[in-house]
């Protein structure tokens, strides 16, 4: 099995990208991944394969056949393509084929992919078109979508364990801090500037921000979730090169070693699962993950955990290994996954504040990884000299999750 | 790089199952696949991962998270899952990524399988969806689809090179007779047969096949292909196990090895192509495939190559090198690419008569391969013991192609 390296990232910025096309955002992702290739890289002589992950293409754009489409509009038609579907962690599918292909040497450079391009349908429509990752017989024929089934989470981890809805907004305030750091997240703001903006707007006044985030203008979405608890409706790409780490020199001084790969899915239904307070899914991917690099959960730096709604980054946290089950919550409110907290979760905002182009949202968890590690993350960039990453994407009410883990490569 | 070795296929028969899901027919087919490995194979503990090829379950049944769906109805949820989609190549891409999960030495066992549901929607609307895998910016705003496009492909060939639609007609009538000693063929007749029935049915006389072919019975689509110069609308699904060839031998005494695997792409629009008398991307599949295999197209005893449209069966034929640029329909006219011919192609009837369930089509021409490698297949067994196969899976207008090189185990 050869070892396989990062050599560079790239992403558009993530937010309402109404003038764009999905391939025009995966061309622009291209362009700063190769911009970030630190010796430089020639996509004709060196890109052996592409895979790309896009959820639904067929829905959002009326398009198919993504892999040949993508290839020829990168200007690398005739290369070995294709698309790799996963609901919200296709793009983290993607990563894994590209790792499996070069793993065994199969191509010795690949490019993997993600993009989602939501704005062409309305808010209903994007509903509709996300609610296929949920089953489509056992749980849609009910009329949930996964507001209400992330609430439904919510609901049994307050009622297992402690915690209220205002506890979950430590994670909300965190993710907004750290979004408004980050110049490509969709919301570049704090939850206080928010407040301050909508009370100028509207008239009104807050007494601070939970006074804020508990009035209408945070409206109740699926109980006990209300609007901010909720990740935003995006356009986005995201491009990784990974090669062998063979020949990761040639192109590179600094990669990311990829020592830890997991996958693992759990029911699709939530009918399926004895407890909502856990995902089996990460759990099996954390495992293999860990195994495969030999390390435990106290030897990550830096983790980006799918906080597609707050309820989940708490969750996730747990079934990471990094908190014990039912204190994900309180770690969070502890400061713990903050910026300067002893384990940063999302550090670039999140899903909920950098936006959640779901087919895009694994390898722009890669780019934040690829950031931190290099030292290159600015403003928000964690204390200490990180030096191993993990990112943990999930598909749907987390019935698929991907778990990769990264090292830098200096030593 | 590890080698890979196919244990076992399965497959559903190829049709009209109204009262089926897409999980329904996968889990059919894989308990043919899991009937089929000659030593026994223990779901649970044997199969490490599951990559599933599915063109558009979004359109054909509001269903999307394939990968976590498939494990849980197969009853393997918990393990690493998920789709890919390369259009009709869909599980040829899933048959790739399993062979590069098995080759890395990331899983020792890896079911890859396919499936489309396609009657859910009527004609037009199996129509529309299908055109998903054309570029709907500079090909479906025209008003084209896909009868058209390769339609436009026949007229270019037969203006390049010698030939007309009656000359195709052999293909028509080969794959006619081919499927109609195959039990799990959609159309299970030869076009004689379909002719008579027409006959009695419609109170008319006819000639010949020919004669038929040429009526109103035979309709135009689109010039100069008719009705039967297409493949149908079908329902179906398909199963492979892939594994290591280290462990082979715990399943069968008799597996196939994967000797070579290529893949290519081509622009994905017509107006991108210089000459539609040539798949640019089965060009770069077939070389790579060869060159891996370390063979020439001499070497291969049998193959099946997709004829999603007639004119496509005798344009790949030349691109794998099987026979000349400008003369596989003469090679076709010959009888050699007939069951008894010196280069057998689509023994099982091929898409235009076995049926095509899209995503379903890749893994169910490894079955027929399967099958004639082990001296299996019955009234259409080839003769002369062939030992070396080849599947060649194209997606859209040939805009990707997927080409597997399989060769008999015992030596």
Redesign the interface.
Known sequence: ??EVDLISVGMTNFGKHFDK?GRDLLIEAAREAITHVDKGIDMKRDVK?LCIGY?????F?????????S??WLG????????????C??SS?AL??G???V????YDLVMVAGVEKMTNLDTPGVTNALS??????FE?TTGITFPGLFALMAQEYFEKYSGSWEDLQTVTLKNHHNGSLNSKAQFQAEISAIAEKTAIKKGVTFKDEMDFLKSKYNPLVAYPLRLFDCSPISDGASVAFLTSREISKRFTDKPLHIIG?G???????LS?RPDLTTS??TE??AVAAYKMARITPEDIDIAEVHDCFTINEVILSEDLGFFKKGEGLKAAQEGRTSLSGDKPINTDGGLKSKGHPVGATGIAMVHEIWLQLRGEAGKRQVKGNPKIGLTCNV??SS??AMVFIFERGEK
């Open positions: 099995m050869k096309t394969a959820f639904t293409p067929d829905l754009e009326h398009q198919g056949h993504i892999g040949a489409l290839a020829e690398l038609s005739g290369i070995p393509a294709f698309r790799t579907e996963s609901a962690a296709s599918a894994a084929t790792y499996f292909a793993a065994s040497g199969m296929i990752a949920a089953d489509d017989v849609l790969v996958l693992g899915t759990d029911t699709i239904s399926g089996k899914a099996n991917a598909g749907g019935a698929s």
